[in-house]
């Protein structure tokens, strides 16, 4: 099991924070739905974005909040605080059995996204 250090560059994300952070517990990285497989970055989704200006969309992201114990020894020890990711996108070469992300770093963009589909994870390759 193994978890990768998240850099995230989606600023409409109710989880960003500046710095390329994600304050979320846990991300969970999809295909996009309606092609059900990857073949590029494009294709996969970080399923935890929510947009900030969705009101409703507030109580999902409290839930999902990296607050509390992680959070604050990850401040006092002045280490970059990173969500767990689960991912299914099993053609990607880092990806392992369990839904694990073998990536040492991952990179999730998504310019004005707006929408989960919206953004990417970058760090994809195939693996074929
Ligand atoms: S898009 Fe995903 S990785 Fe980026 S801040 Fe939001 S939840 Fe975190
Ligand atoms: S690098 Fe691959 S295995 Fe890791 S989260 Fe991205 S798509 Fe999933």
């Known amino acids: 099991m193994s978890n990768p250090m998240v850099k995230c560059s989606v600023d409409q994300c109710t989880h960003y924070m500046p710095g390329e952070q994600c304050m979320a517990a846990k ?5 996009d739905e309606l092609k059900g497989n990857s073949g590029k970055p494009q294709d996969t989704l970080c399923k935890a974005f929510h947009h900030r200006k969705t009101m409703g969309d507030m109580v999902g992201a409290f839930h999902n909040a990296n ?30 059995n369990g ?3 073998n990536a040492e770093n991952i990179h999730v963009a998504g310019p004005n996204a707006s929408k989960t589909s919206d ?9 074929k």
């Open 119 to 127: 953004t990417d994870c970058e760090t994809f390759q195939d693996n």
């Open 67 to 96: 607050i509390g114990g992680t959070m604050t020894a990850a401040f006092l020890e002045g280490t970059q605080i990173t969500p767990a990711v689960e991912c299914f996108v099993n053609n990607c070469k880092f990806w392992d």
């Open 99 to 101: 839904n694990y992300c």
């Open 27 to 31: 991300i969970s990285v999809y295909n």
